[in-house]
């Protein structure tokens, strides 16, 4: 089995004398965001769901990026470096390309607009969420190759451009350097002109604030999370678009084998509660850094009509090329079909959540809708 050194985790694991026992009732929750950002009130909420859905069996001692970064994420959940993390597909296109290949076709969304406004990652999560458990067991499988397995996934809301200098037009974009966190914007920054950076969400402050940098792909949800208010003058909200996915609650597979069949149910019930608390918190988060923007002074722009045309064109390309690429890169077969048939659950999902205003009534439609049915008794036990 590959096993990875991450020297910082391992250190601090020495340190603090740290137990991924799951049987000592304690478990350990690493997430790559530093405790003073608003999701940290989501993680907050999952883990009392944990302690009140096992019975009080079960605590979580949360580590905000003092045990592993986001990078460091996977490999620390696969050595049991932590019992459950906040994994993030994308920055590891080798170990999952089959969930990476349905996580990046969110450029085929469109915002929502009416009674939809604001809830694509609502709908998106829920689709994934659903498309992952029940429609792709190559993408579970790759979970358990990684030594993990996924609760539930959820998405951030729309991605725009954040920037040190206005950007409007396809000549503004133009060499442009952007930090993108996933492929698909990768490529379409090279569509665009401009010359992507694919870097980790926590190393974007220093890139923007050094000129390595003079964009990032983010949704204005995370702003705060990374630091990044000071560092930039400029938003630019429409383009790329998409959303990014990730999955915050992976266990350790030996962690989660330790349990009873009732324990595994009690963390699916878990996470439902805290993907929706993380959703929901996203779209507060994206209402909340819009204002707080403006009132630093930050430029708002809509990107000209050449960038949004090419934008659209990349977008409708780009699935049938992200088809023939997974397919010769990973031999991902049918790619095509699992859009359209991804598509489709997406069209369910945003009728689903249309009447849907709390975090409580999206918990119970994730559970209702896919993880009541995940089989406790076999899923992800070796």
């Not at 996977?74 to 296109?93: C, E, F, M, Q, T």
């Not at 949800?221 to 400029?234: L, R």
């Not at 383009?239 to 597979?253: A, E, K």
């Not at 996203?282 to 050449?306: C, I, Q, S, V, W």
Request: aromatic share 10%; with cysteine.
């Amino acid at each position: 089995m590959r096993r990875s050194t991450i020297c910082s985790a391992i250190a601090a694991t020495a340190i603090l004398g740290l137990s991924t026992n799951a049987s000592a009732g304690q478990l350990n929750y690493a997430a790559g965001a530093p405790a003073s950002v608003p999701q940290y009130q989501s993680i907050e909420k999952y883990a009392q769901a944990v302690e009140d859905n096992s019975g009080g069996e079960y605590n979580l001692k949360v580590f905000a990026m003092t045990l592993l970064n986001f990078a460091e994420m996977s490999d620390g959940v696969w050595d049991g470096l932590a019992d459950i993390g906040w994994v993030i597909p994308p920055y590891h296109p080798q170990a999952y390309p089959h969930s990476n290949f349905i996580g990046e076709s969110s450029l085929m969304m469109k915002p929502f607009t009416g009674e939809h406004a604001g809830k694509e990652g609502w709908a998106f999560g829920g689709a994934l969420t659903e498309y992952m458990f029940n429609d792709c067991p190559d993408c579970l499988a790759e979970f358990d190759a990684q030594n993990q397995v996924p609760t539930a996934f959820v998405a951030g809301t729309w991605s725009g451009l954040i920037c040190t200098t206005p950007i409007k037009s396809l000549d503004d974009l133009d060499g442009a350097r952007i930090r993108t966190g996933s492929a698909n914007h990768a490529r379409w920054a090279e569509a665009v002109g401009a010359t992507p950076i694919q870097m980790s969400a926590n190393e974007m402050r220093e890139a923007l604030d050094t000129g390595v940098a003079d964009c990032a792909v983010l949704d204005l949800s995370n702003i705060p999370a990374y630091g990044v208010e000071e560092s930039i003058s400029d938003i630019t909200t429409a383009v790329p678009g998409g959303l990014f996915p990730s999955s915050p609650f992976q266990f350790n597979q030996d962690t989660w084998s330790s349990f009873s069949t009732e324990e595994r149910e009690a963390m699916l019930k878990s996470a439902a509660t805290g993907a929706a608390a993380i959703l929901t918190q996203y779209r507060e988060d994206m209402l909340t850094t819009r204002a707080l923007m403006k009132d630093l002074g930050a430029n708002f722009h809509e990107a000209d009509g050449d960038v949004s045309a090419a934008s659209e064109a990349f977008a409708k390309d780009d699935l049938k090329a992200a088809a023939r690429s997974y397919a010769e890169k990973y031999d991902i077969q049918n790619g095509e079909q699992k859009l359209e048939d991804f598509r489709e659950l997406l069209d369910k999902w945003r009728e689903l959540v249309k009447d849907v205003e709390t975090s409580e009534a999206l918990a119970d439609l994730l559970w209702s809708e896919v993880l009541s049915d995940v089989d406790a008794a076999t899923y992800g036990v070796k």
